[in-house]
């Protein structure tokens, strides 16, 4: 966006030359302010709300041209400019500092403003006017040239006496989100208009706003970002702009292709940012238009086709942004052209074939971002040949990185993001000659060496480092890490825990073969400064008991010590980790109870603990970590019964104590997990923000929603489950169950449940998985059932279940084996079929059935003899011509011998009556 900010400075230096000549005056000239115009401007001041004292200077007893924020003209006295910016200090400089809106200007804008006759300046931006209207009074304001209300927070219609202000050059009402316009003709005045932003106003009202805007022959900038517009078409006779170099149309709703006539708009764009559009279709060809075009923005749209060859024409491109569209083919050779390019973003696209070497002639290139395409084939010393300016490389591709042992980059990066590149099998040398690097991204790049000795030397200045799912190997128990962030997550690394340096936030080293006590690494005397938050050790081979080092890693937010050989209890000191939010112990030989100490955890929200050894009951204080979404209990000895207490988890969606001895009822009270008990979509569901940058931790689970434990990561939040299954819980499933409609995993199985299935069980229609299976429950599979439309997985096997199985398309889907192990269930998918007397709804008294069937026989019977006989006949009609026409010459001829004969006995009839009446006549 290089020329707007250019547009910017050129107003901005204007404005600070004029500033700098009043300045001057201000000190030097004995020319005093016009007294009428400074009684308006103390009544302008009154009517405002300054809790900053940014008007403090504004006082009766010193000349107005020498308050801040206002300047005169030096030699007329008269007030031409009131800056009020509200991002500047009074004491300080412009855009000095940013503050709240509660301590900026606001209150009521005076009408006495219309006493400065001479006033061009007016910059009331991003103070507070609290969602009141733009004063209309502002449109009388005839000499004004600058008038910026942006961020102001103005709201209402945009007053229409603004077209008023026909010497207008610069016109700022952006960021004030609450403003709209019901049309845009009262601006048809604006012929000296240069600068014109209406970013985040609704615009939506006026239909021809590209026809209105072609008419300011003067404009340099159009911003009209966020503004609801939903179309580009340009209207019949369109008029190209000869000024306009930067036009914005970025986030709005044009739902269709770009007109290929739109970029015959001006020839003189600089700026073209239609980003986050919906644009569709192909990039036309008649962008070559463009031929002075500096920055190109069409990213995150539903571009599709390639990138056109021809492009490579505008050779004035510094930064070229397609990325997050759906682009396809190869990049296009004559981006080697683009010998002003400095930035190029095609990542995120459906681009094909391999990287074009003219890619290396772009000497003044520093940001490359072509990561996430389906780009194949090698990349060589070829392509970075001129790209001595590069500091950004995002290539994760699944490419050949094929350059030679002793190779030189021309280049110092800051980033390299080269995730699924063919890096290895070698260690990359050419790394240690990247004196500047930040952020090292080499996962999954098949990497099967030793870590050299100069590698650990040489990270200590690198922030992020991400090798993992790699096969690299070594012994790093005497390293000391100094990055922020070092992911070695799935390796091949052993030894002992590597040591740690205050500036590591996040370590990942699981999935390796670390060995040796755990208490070696928590309580070395060099690792007590540490400031970790986020430690994931799991998949090791670490053993020993946790010690009562904790105190010294207070810092700790994620901790996973999983899938280990811990033994021992959970030490009370745990409790001292208060910042913990996720804790995972899992697959351990740990024992003993929870210590009440992690009551202290307030913010945990995940706990995993289950495959342990914990032959205890379930703790009644876990009732009070009401953070918790997460309580994984499964295979340990847990025995007694389930506590009250765990329905106070209100944000709680995944209960598994799955798989101990348990016993009692199912608590009553489940229906008061609120977070089940309604639908998501798992956006209002996230793990505890992390305070710095670069994290790239994804926290992960093992479930078994579908009798197959599964590993869940980013997706944890869309999991809603409760698994109670393989223990001793007796007597029957409380109805209140039933009103967990977020629940999508139901597990109650192998326990001693009796009576029936919850007649409204139907109603929780998020459900995915249901399994009963191995309980004594009876009566009959409730109808609302068919209502689960999700359902993929049944298992109500091994009960007394009895009746019909109600008829869907869902519950027939199912084989026999979800229904097995019911003596009296029947129908489909069973073989057993069911009787008249297993169907309770059609039971009719002893002795009537005969009759009744006698009876339906007979209604069948006629409705298929009526159905033969009238399709038997229509039928044949319909298909054979000669019989239809047949057959309704017949009608014609049935149909004329009924007439004449009627009209005949008519006749005859009135003939007889006609005698009768004439004879009776004759008698009278």
């Avoid at 056109?308 to 981006?335: C, D, F, M, T, V």
């Avoid at 994620?558 to 980790?577: A, F, V």
Wanted: net charge negative.
């Amino acid at each position: 966006m290089g020329a707007s900010f250019a547009t910017h400075v050129l107003f901005l230096l204007w404005f600070f030359a004029a500033t700098f000549s009043l300045s001057l005056f201000k000190a030097e000239s004995n020319i005093s302010c016009i007294e009428k115009e400074k009684q308006a401007l103390l009544i302008f001041k009154k009517g405002l709300s300054d809790p900053r004292n940014v008007l403090s200077s504004w006082s009766d007893q010193v000349d107005c041209c020498r308050w801040d924020r206002v300047h005169c003209n030096n030699k007329t006295g008269r007030v031409t400019a009131l800056d009020l910016n509200g991002f500047q200090d009074h004491n300080k400089s412009l855009f000095s500092g940013v503050y709240g809106y509660e301590k900026r200007l606001g209150g009521e804008i005076s009408p006495s403003l219309l006493e400065l006759e001479f006033l061009n300046y007016l910059d009331l931006s991003y103070n507070n006017f609290n969602c009141t209207p733009i004063p209309s009074f502002l449109g009388s304001i005839g000499s004004l040239r600058y008038l910026d209300l942006s961020g102001a927070n103005f709201s209402g219609l945009i007053p229409h006496q603004l077209g008023n202000l026909s010497s207008l050059r610069v016109l700022d009402l952006a960021n004030n989100p609450n403003l709209y316009v019901d049309n845009l003709r009262w601006m048809s005045h604006f012929s000296s208009i240069q600068y014109l932003d209406l970013n985040s106003i609704d615009l939506h009202r006026e239909v021809d706003w590209l026809q209105i805007m072609s008419k300011f022959s003067s404009l340099l900038e159009l911003h009209l970002s966020f503004c609801q517009l939903d179309s580009l078409k340009p209207f019949l006779g369109f008029v190209n702009h000869t000024s306009l170099q930067v036009l914005d149309l970025s986030y709005n709703l044009f739902n269709h292709e770009i007109p290929n006539c739109f970029f015959n708009l001006s020839t003189s764009l600089v700026v073209l940012n239609l980003e986050y559009s919906l644009l569709k279709g192909k990039i036309p060809p008649s962008i070559l238009n463009l031929h002075n075009l500096e920055y190109l923005l069409l990213l995150s749209n539903h571009l599709v086709g390639k990138i056109p060859e021809s492009i490579g024409q505008l050779k004035y491109l510094k930064s070229l942004e397609l990325w997050y569209n759906s682009l396809s083919g190869p990049i296009p050779s004559s981006i080697g052209n683009f010998s002003y390019l400095e930035e190029l973003f095609l990542s995120n696209n459906q681009l094909s074939g391999t990287i074009p070497e003219s890619l290396g002639l772009l000497s003044n290139l520093e940001r490359l971002f072509i990561d996430k395409n389906l780009l194949t084939g090698t990349v060589g010393e070829g392509h970075f040949t001129e790209l001595s300016k590069l500091k950004t490389l995002y290539l994760s591709n699944p490419l050949f990185f094929n350059v030679s042992s002793n190779w030189i980059p021309p280049f110092q990066l800051d980033f390299a993001y080269m995730s699924y590149c063919k890096v290895g099998p070698n260690f990359p040398t050419w790394l240690q000659t990247q004196k500047s690097l930040r952020v090292l991204q080499m996962s999954k790049s098949e990497i099967s060496d030793k870590a050299p000795g100069w590698f650990w030397n040489w990270t200590s200045n690198i922030q992020v480092i991400d090798l993992s799912r790699n096969h690299i190997e070594g012994d790093i128990s005497d390293a000391v890490l100094n990055s922020t962030v070092l992911n070695l997550n799935s390796n091949h690394f052993k030894g002992r825990m590597p040591q740690l340096s205050a500036n590591v936030k996040e370590l990942n080293i699981a999935d390796n073969s670390f060995a040796g006590p755990i208490s070696t690494f928590l309580c070395l005397k060099r690792n007590r400064m540490n400031k970790l938050i986020i430690l994931d050790a799991s998949f090791n081979l670490l053993s020993g008991e946790l010690p009562d080092c904790w105190k010294d890693w207070q810092s700790l937010a994620r901790l996973d010590l999983g899938s280990n050989s811990i033994s021992g209890r959970i030490p009370y000191s745990m409790g001292s980790l208060v910042a913990l939010q996720t804790l995972h112990l899992e697959n351990n030989n740990i024992s003993g109870g929870i210590p009440s100490s992690l009551q202290s955890c307030s913010q945990l929200e995940l706990l995993d603990i289950g495959e342990n050894h914990l032959q205890v009951t379930i703790p009644l204080w876990i009732g009070e970590m009401t953070s918790l979404m997460v309580l994984r209990l499964r295979s340990n000895g847990f025995h007694g019964h389930i506590p009250l207490q765990i329905c106070q988890l209100s944000s709680l969606i995944v209960l598994d104590l799955a798989n101990n001895s348990l016993s009692g009822t199912i608590p009553k009270c489940l229906n008061n997990l609120s977070a089940l008990a309604k639908p998501d979509n798992g956006g209002s569901i996230h793990f505890g923000y992390l305070p710095y940058a670069y994290s790239m931790y994804v926290e992960n689970l093992f479930l078994v929603p579908k009798k197959k434990q599964l590993e869940y990561f980013d997706n944890i939040k869309f999991v809603r489950l409760i698994d109670l299954s393989s223990n001793n819980l007796s007597e029957s499933i409380p109805v209140e169950i039933s009103v967990l409609f977020g629940l999508h995993f139901l597990n109650l199985s192998e326990n001693h449940l009796t009576g029936a299935i919850p007649e409204k069980i139907g109603s929780m229609k998020e459900l995915e998985s249901i399994d009963l299976s191995r309980n004594h429950l009876s009566g009959e599979i409730p109808p609302s059932m068919s209502n689960l439309t999700f359902l993929s997985q049944l298992d109500l096997s091994y009960n007394s279940l009895s009746g019909r199985i109600p008829l869907s398309t869902q519950l027939q889907s199912f084989d026999a084996l979800s229904y097995t192990g019911n003596p009296q269930l029947c129908g489909d998918p069973l073989p057993k079929t069911c009787t008249v007397e297993e169907e309770p709804s059609n039971r009719t008294p002893i002795g009537r059935t005969e009759d009744h069937s006698e009876k339906y026989s007979f209604y069948i019977g006629l409705g298929v003899g009526f159905a033969v006989g009238f399709w038997a006949i229509c039928g044949v009609l319909f298909f054979k011509r000669t019989w239809r026409h047949a057959y309704f010459r017949f009608l014609d001829g049935i149909k004329d011998w009924v007439y004449v004969t009627t009209m005949v006995k008519v006749n005859w009839f009135l003939e007889k009556l006609r005698s009768c009446h004439l004879i009776s006549e004759r008698h009278r």
